[in-house]
């Protein structure tokens, strides 16, 4: 697998899981009669711009793409970790989610082979 296939593929699930954290769980509460979650939305937010800056390097970050990738790794865990204590485990859309970011996890640990290879 290519270098930019594995980033392409990075940013696609980020961006998939990011969208699910920011719009779709948000649109779930807010139709149950709860209002805006903050705490989806931030880690809607975290997904799209690590997935964006995968992509789109930015000239200040130069030098720091294994910082950014454990970063991004370090930001998924947390996410899998808390919603199994926190999260419902009879939510198919949570287990979809999580199935997402552990496929995540595995382009992330991929690139950082190739990259140190």
């Known amino acids: 697998m290519s270098a930019s296939s594995l980033r392409l593929g990075i940013a696609l699930l980020g961006a998939a899981t990011g ?13 149950a009669g709860f209002g805006f979650d903050i705490p989806f ?7 799209l711009a690590l997935s964006a800056v995968t992509v789109w390097r930015p000239g200040f ?6 910082l950014i990738r454990w970063g991004f ?18 939510d ?17 640990f991929l690139e950082g082979r190739r990259t140190t290879a």
Do not use: C
């Open 19 to 31: 969208i699910i954290h920011l719009v779709v769980l948000n649109l779930r509460l807010m139709s």
């Open 41 to 47: 939305t931030l880690n809607g937010l975290g997904f």
């Open 61 to 66: 970050l130069a030098g720091r793409e294994a």
């Open 73 to 90: 790794i370090g930001f998924t865990v947390v996410t899998i970790v808390a919603w199994f204590i926190l999260g419902d485990m009879a």
């Open 92 to 108: 198919v859309l949570g287990w979809v989610t999580k199935l997402i970011e552990v496929a995540l996890l595995v382009l992330l």
